[in-house]
């Protein structure tokens, strides 16, 4: 098993994983959103980088009794994002980090033959559910780490790493061979390599939400764009940008909330804090709103490095900060966010929302490697994330796993598709009772 523990110091600063950490101040209750929870004091981080193994012959995730879980559809290559078109055809957007500059070559090598790291597919593929099988189609290729995939207006929209760009599609079709068109540069790159873009419509269609995150972990050195760590919205034509919101590390997934028609996000904290703090949350997303990253986290919780770097800013931050509404426990990496709209799943799922925590190797104990469910009522968290489809951690103890889930989506039939990256698998969870 593979722990930074056993890098030289020097090596360590690159990737923003810092092994001894000072203890960061609280000051007064933020101001601004929910109430601010109590974290425990920052402490010592590691680092253990999950290995990947087969499932046994026959096994697979679990799920809650009442429903049971299948293979969609096997064989890709990191499959990351899902997007299903209104004809039910999947689409699967395939990617990888490519480069990460600044990681020690120890960790660089480890990604590689785990999977993570190299050549990345750069494709979408597209699935069809026929009565005999899923068939399968490459709709693109020659892309630049695509994520997000958004079917609207006679096009369809591509969230690369440093580009959003489109092409004319009609659903139905298998392939596109129109070159793509450029709808806006992205900023890209950072030794944090946060290289997912996010794109969602607002509902009445008339402009577009990218999601973008931070180059770095805390913005040590100060150079950190200020459009990253934040939401844009553009037109669909990519005129007329402005900020939707601010101050969120890595914001992945976006989805409206089917009651208040609020729009909500995932959104993976800083590292280098220790174990246990910051928690990755979940939260609403307020027009113009300031979530805190890099000064604070979860409202009013000081960063120490920007603490030293920015003092009258955190003292700012603290007082201006918007707290999230949940909690998703630290490091467990929420991407797919996902609000039930079907009728299939038994009542008490329906208008909640599923999250796909792909886990991270920032914890002595693993967290994440799961998607969760939270209950929702009158447009809010009625309760804490419960597991859903668990069962990818094989050994906590030796960092084995067998897959981490990333993407989600909603099947015209009310089942859930699951994308899981490192097992190159989508997983499709049925109700077996309503």
Same mark, same amino acid.
């Given at each position: 098993?593979?722990?930074?523990?056993?890098?030289?110091?020097?090596?360590?600063?690159?990737?923003?994983?810092?092994?001894?950490?000072?203890?960061?101040?609280?000051?007064?209750?933020?101001?601004?959103?929910?109430?601010?929870?109590?974290?425990?004091?920052?402490?010592?981080?590691?680092?253990?980088?999950?290995?990947?193994?087969?499932?046994?012959?026959?096994?697979?995730?679990?799920?809650?009794?009442?429903?049971?879980?299948?293979?969609?559809?096997?064989?890709?290559?990191?499959?990351?994002?899902?997007?299903?078109?209104?004809?039910?055809?999947?689409?699967?957007?395939?990617?990888?980090?490519?480069?990460?500059?600044?990681?020690?070559?120890?960790?660089?090598?480890?990604?590689?033959?785990? !999977?993570?790291?190299?050549?990345? /597919? %750069?494709?979408?593929? $597209?699935? *069809?559910?026929?009565? &005999?099988?899923? #068939?399968?189609?490459?709709?693109?290729?020659?892309?630049?780490?695509?994520?997000?995939?958004?079917?609207? !207006?006679?096009?369809?929209?591509? /969230? %690369?790493?440093?580009? $959003?760009? *489109?092409?004319?599609? &009609?659903?139905? #079709?298998?392939?596109?061979?129109?070159?793509?068109?450029?709808?806006?540069?992205?900023?890209?790159?950072?030794?944090?390599?946060?290289?997912?873009? %996010?794109?969602?419509?607002?509902?009445?269609?008339?402009?577009?939400?990218?999601?973008?995150?931070?180059?770095?972990?805390?913005?040590?050195?100060?150079?950190?764009?200020?459009?990253?760590?934040?939401?844009?919205?553009?037109?669909?034509?990519?005129?007329?940008?402005?900020?939707?919101?601010?101050?969120?590390?890595?914001?992945?997934?976006?989805?409206?909330?089917?009651?208040?028609?609020?729009?909500?996000?995932?959104?993976?904290?800083?590292?280098?804090?220790?174990?246990?703090?910051?928690?990755?949350?979940?939260?609403?997303?307020?027009?113009?709103?300031?979530?805190?990253?890099?000064?604070?986290?979860?409202?009013?919780?000081?960063?120490?490095?920007?603490?030293?770097?920015?003092?009258?800013?955190?003292?700012?931050?603290?007082?201006?900060?918007?707290?999230?509404?949940?909690?998703?426990?630290?490091?467990?990496?929420?991407?797919?966010?996902?609000?039930?709209?079907?009728?299939?799943?038994?009542?008490?799922?329906?208008?909640?929302?599923?999250?796909?925590?792909?886990?991270?190797?920032?914890?002595?104990?693993?967290?994440?490697?799961?998607?969760?469910?939270?209950?929702?009522?009158?447009?809010?968290?009625?309760?804490?994330?419960?597991?859903?489809?668990?069962?990818?951690?094989?050994?906590?103890?030796?960092?084995?796993?067998?897959?981490?889930?990333?993407?989600?989506?909603?099947?015209?039939?009310?089942?859930?598709?699951?994308?899981?990256?490192?097992?190159?698998?989508?997983?499709?969870?049925?109700?077996?009772?309503?």
């Amino acid at each position: 098993m593979f722990s930074l523990r056993t890098l030289p110091g020097s090596l360590l600063a690159p990737a923003a994983i810092i092994l001894t950490c000072l203890v960061a101040a609280c000051a007064t209750d933020a101001r601004v959103g929910p109430a601010v929870p109590e974290l425990p004091p920052p402490g010592p981080s590691v680092f253990r980088l999950p290995q990947l193994i087969p499932w046994s012959e026959g096994a697979g995730p679990r799920v809650p009794a009442g429903f049971r879980v299948e293979r969609f559809a096997s064989d890709f290559d990191n499959p990351r994002w899902l997007h299903v078109l209104p004809n039910g055809d999947v689409l699967v957007a395939q990617a990888r980090t490519e480069s990460m500059s600044g990681m020690p070559p120890e960790v660089i090598s480890l990604l590689t033959r785990q !999977g993570v790291f190299g050549p990345s /597919a %750069n494709s979408i593929v $597209l699935l *069809r559910q026929t009565s &005999r099988e899923v #068939e399968r189609h490459v709709l693109l290729e020659n892309l630049h780490q695509p994520f997000g995939m958004l079917a609207h !207006g006679g096009y369809l929209y591509v /969230a %690369n790493t440093d580009r $959003l760009v *489109r092409f004319p599609f &009609r659903v139905g #079709e298998t392939r596109i061979s129109a070159p793509a068109e450029r709808v806006i540069d992205l900023p890209a790159g950072g030794y944090n390599n946060h290289w997912t873009r %996010n794109v969602v419509a607002t509902p009445d269609g008339s402009r577009l939400l990218v999601a973008v995150g931070a180059g770095t972990n805390v913005n040590e050195e100060g150079v950190e764009p200020p459009d990253r760590a934040a939401i844009w919205e553009i037109r669909p034509d990519g005129s007329d940008k402005r900020l939707l919101a601010t101050g969120l590390r890595n914001p992945v997934g976006l989805a409206y909330e089917p009651v208040t028609g609020e729009l909500w996000a995932t959104v993976n904290e800083r590292d280098g804090l220790g174990e246990d703090v910051p928690p990755d949350y979940l939260t609403r997303v307020v027009d113009g709103a300031f979530y805190g990253w890099p000064f604070v986290y979860f409202g009013n919780y000081v960063d120490p490095v920007q603490q030293k770097l920015n003092p009258a800013a955190v003292l700012r931050a603290q007082q201006t900060a918007r707290v999230p509404d949940l909690a998703l426990g630290a490091h467990s990496v929420p991407l797919g966010l996902h609000f039930y709209r079907g009728n299939a799943f038994p009542e008490r799922y329906r208008r909640g929302a599923f999250v796909a925590r792909r886990g991270g190797g920032s914890r002595t104990v693993f967290n994440g490697f799961d998607v969760v469910f939270v209950p929702f009522e009158e447009g809010l968290p009625a309760a804490p994330a419960e597991p859903f489809l668990t069962g990818f951690i094989a050994d906590s103890d030796r960092a084995q796993v067998y897959g981490r889930p990333v993407g989600l989506a909603e099947l015209p039939d009310g089942s859930l598709l699951v994308a899981d990256d490192a097992g190159n698998t989508v997983w499709r969870v049925v109700s077996e009772n309503r």
